[in-house]
């Protein structure tokens, strides 16, 4: 699957399947292909709550299932979306943000 992290003003992060979208082409040697983006956007296939602000980054562990979220409540949380729920371990909050 060609998954897309994003997170969002409103505390959430959201998580989109963009294998489904048609694809316009192949790009270089490494033949990476391009989709085309439609509007309206796809649904997200999932959507994680737990922060209570602003959610200002996402990143996929490069080897793990695994989706880590920053946020402006100072937060940094670990998730397994394909199982739509946080890691075992609660995060610690931090005294000035992520």
């Known amino acids: ?19 489904s979208l048609p694809v316009i082409g192949v790009e270089g040697g490494d033949n990476r292909e391009k989709r085309r983006l439609s509007w309206p956007p796809p649904k997200p296939m ?11 980054t996402v990143d996929w562990h490069p080897l793990e299932p695994c989706l880590a979220t920053g946020s402006a409540d100072g937060t940094l949380r670990l998730w397994a979306p394909a199982r739509g729920r946080r890691q075992e371990r609660e995060p610690r909050k931090g005294a000035g943000g992520v």
Do not use: K, W
């Not at 699957?1 to 294998?19: E, F, I, K, P």
């Not at 999932?46 to 200002?56: A, F, K, N, P, W």
């Open 46 to 56: 999932q959507i994680l709550t737990g922060h209570t602000d602003r959610v200002y």
């Open 1 to 19: 699957a060609m998954l897309l992290a994003c997170g969002s003003a409103d505390g959430r992060s959201y998580v989109y399947d963009l294998s």
